[in-house]
């Protein structure tokens, strides 16, 4: 006889991922699909377009920055997928402008559904990344949920068998 396995009871937990191109971000994004299937709880993905350097011409920053948040919502659409897929729950989107540490701090601030921050460290010479930098140091203060570090080298075997 095959025991089937009841799925959890939804418990309103949030986990936050900070969508940037880094390689181990998909760590991160694992790690929360599944640990949000297995206690019931769902994703929230957070892309942060900072404010283009090239300000001479106002029309040109202005398309410069209508494309990059066109990138920006086809990225989370698309990693929306994975999401629904990994997790079994359509994730809630956000796309912020300015710098990301404080755009992340804001948005934890607003919206009183994000209980957990998914962060992976970066894996090269330079370190953690600077938002782990940040939120483990000088801002530590200001984070008011729990803080969760995936070590981006991890594999998709490992991340699964620790959720």
């Known amino acids: 006889m095959v025991e089937r396995r009841k799925p959890p009871a939804k418990t309103g937990r949030t986990f936050l991922i900070v969508v940037d191109d880094s390689d181990e971000m998909r760590s991160a994004l694992r790690y929360a699909c599944r640990r949000a299937r297995n206690t019931g709880g769902r994703v929230a993905l957070l892309r942060v377009l900072e404010p283009p350097e090239f300000q001479h011409f106002a029309a040109i ?32 989107l956000y796309v ?3 710098d990301p540490r404080d755009q992340l701090l804001k948005l934890i601030d607003e919206e009183p559904s994000i209980s957990i921050l998914v962060l992976a460290a970066g894996t090269g010479p330079d370190g953690p990344g600077p938002l782990c930098q ?9 984070l008011h949920i729990p803080l969760t570090i995936v070590p981006g080298s991890l594999s998709d075997d490992a991340i699964d068998a620790l959720t």
Not at 134 to 142: I, S
């Open 61 to 92: 920053g202005n398309l410069m920055q209508a494309e990059a948040r066109q990138a920006a919502e086809a990225l989370l659409q698309r990693l929306a997928e994975t999401v629904n897929e990994t997790s079994g729950e359509v994730p809630m």
């Open 96 to 98: 912020r402008e300015g």
């Open 134 to 142: 940040a939120l483990t140091g000088r801002y530590l203060d200001r």
